[in-house]
């Protein structure tokens, strides 16, 4: 089956430092691509998406280009903040699947 | 906040009880899947139902069922638990059922069994 894979973590970087978290997927085709973020004790939270090869997903500093070529969703922000510390999960899904293909997840500690 | 709710947040119970997750969609979602999180499988598909009807079973064991209501709400029950059942249990809900529609996650249950 389809399989997302992350970096392992953790990472760890100093305050304001460049942060790229790796991701690739096996899906065939063009699935939709997702980055997920968990803060300590909560949820799943939807950071970014991308629906179409070259697609570029953005939100609160992270970006993330969808390259087919490569098949790769990789994470990125020029300046991370101590705030920024939490878990990042890629995810994957076909237009005719129902579920959310997950990576192991990397863990950013972001440090002052 | 994604706009799915989930209750309880946290429950704490014995090998071989029985336990009812609630969750409810975001207004107007159709779709309302099931996820657990545990740290050695990660983040798992459980189940799909799209506007009261099961659409889609993934790693779901028979000892756990669940259903969506005429409101939308869904719950999962979990029977003769185990101590590998153990986990973090997210509901997610999407205006549709395909795989395009972005599914928004609510805050999960945390599940411990003693």
């Known amino acids: 089956g389809n399989s997302v894979t992350q970096m392992e973590g953790p990472v760890t970087l100093s305050e304001e430092a460049f942060l790229t978290i790796n991701c690739t997927y096996t899906a065939t085709g063009y699935p939709s691509l997702f980055w997920y973020v968990q803060y300590p004790g909560e949820g799943l939270q939807l950071l970014l998406k991308a629906t179409k090869a070259d697609d570029k997903g953005s939100n609160k500093g992270f970006e993330a280009t969808y390259r087919k070529e490569t098949t790769s969703f990789h994470l990125e922000k020029g300046s991370v903040q101590v705030s920024d510390s939490a878990v990042y999960f890629c995810?994957?899904?076909?237009?005719?699947?129902?579920?959310?293909?997950f990576g192991s997840g990397t863990r950013l500690l972001v440090r002052p | 906040d994604s706009g799915v709710t989930q209750t309880p947040k946290h429950l704490i119970t014995a090998t071989g009880q029985r336990v009812t997750l609630r969750c409810s969609p975001r207004s107007g979602d159709l779709s309302v899947y099931w996820y657990q999180q545990s740290l050695d499988q990660g983040l798992q598909f459980l189940i799909q139902?799209?506007?009261?009807?099961?659409?889609a079973k993934g790693n779901i064991l028979e000892r756990f069922s669940a259903q969506q209501f005429p409101d939308l709400h869904s719950e999962l029950n979990l029977s003769s638990l185990e101590l590998g059942d153990s986990a973090l249990y997210f509901c997610?809900?999407?205006?549709?059922?395909?795989?395009?529609?972005?599914?928004?996650f609510g805050p999960g249950t945390r599940l411990t069994v003693l």
């Open positions: 139902y799209y506007n009261g009807e099961e659409r």
């Open positions: 997610a809900s999407s205006v549709g059922w395909r795989g395009t529609d972005t599914q928004y």
């Open positions: 995810a994957e899904i076909m237009d005719s699947s129902y579920k959310l293909i």
